[in-house]
């Protein structure tokens, strides 16, 4: 679990979203986030099931998420 001051928030648009699911990850939520700036590639486990409304998400939704940096260097924001 996240402590809230590793907390960094982003917002844009929704370019792609879709999920992955590799043997050694499992299934994975992607979302494409284009801000201001630069585009946020945030990811996390596949929640859709538990929560329905993330499976309402469709490119050009404006989107506000906190995240995490990945901590290895990918270029990842951990939702």
């Not at 986030?33 to 596949?46: C, K, P, V």
């Not at 309402?56 to 901590?71: H, N, S, T």
């Amino acid at each position: 679990m996240a402590n809230e001051h590793d907390l960094v928030e982003v917002s844009g648009h929704v370019d792609r979203i879709y999920v992955t699911n590799r043997p050694k990850a499992g299934p994975k939520l992607q979302i494409e986030l284009r801000s201001s700036d630069r585009i946020h590639n945030l990811t996390q486990e596949d929640m859709s099931a538990v929560v329905p409304a993330i499976g309402l998400i469709k490119p050009g939704d404006e989107l506000d998420a906190l995240v995490i940096p990945d901590k290895i260097g990918r270029n990842l924001e951990w939702i």
